[in-house]
């Protein structure tokens, strides 16, 4: 039987699955290269989900299989820019093509606010992540770099 996976805008009742993937997706990045840095940015409340979804400003889309929600992505438009703040797939549902389904939800919504440019980050070493969005036609614009003083 072959797995029915989507991604779709959150609704109310997926926000507790999305702020439990938000908290496997902070423990899965915090002790990476960059990690830390991107948490500190970008900081993750216990019950992010919440804010994001009633903020007018961001977009909160949902990637589901066979109905569960087991990924999501969440991104802002500002002056003509896109930016694509988390996405995240739990990782027992890999590679079926959630990333893509979500990815390509997120492209969309972009348009259709009229932007004019995508923007994102992947850490540093995470070559899965840059990869994926090279396949895109999304290429590194813009490296950090940074030491401790």
Avoid at 57 to 64: E, G, I, K
Avoid at 117 to 140: C, H, M, Q, W
Wanted: one cysteine or more; charged letters at 20%.
């Amino acid at each position: 039987m072959k797995l029915l996976v989507q991604a779709r805008p959150a609704k109310p009742e997926d926000l507790e699955s999305v702020n439990s993937l938000a908290r496997e997706m902070v423990g899965a990045i915090q002790n990476k290269r960059g990690g830390a840095a991107l948490l500190a940015s970008q900081p993750i409340e216990s019950n992010a989900a919440q804010g994001w979804y009633s903020s007018g400003d961001a977009s909160l889309v949902v990637a589901t299989a066979d109905s569960e929600v087991v990924g999501f992505a969440l991104g802002t438009a500002s002056l003509e820019v896109f930016s694509l703040h988390w996405i995240f797939i739990h990782n027992a549902a890999r590679r079926v093509g959630l990333g893509s389904a979500l990815l390509d939800s997120i492209l969309n919504q972009a348009e259709r606010q009229g932007c004019k440019r995508f923007d994102s980050v992947a850490l540093p070493g995470d070559a899965r992540t840059k990869n994926f969005f090279e396949s895109y036609g999304i290429k590194a614009r813009l490296l950090t770099v940074s030491r401790e003083l």
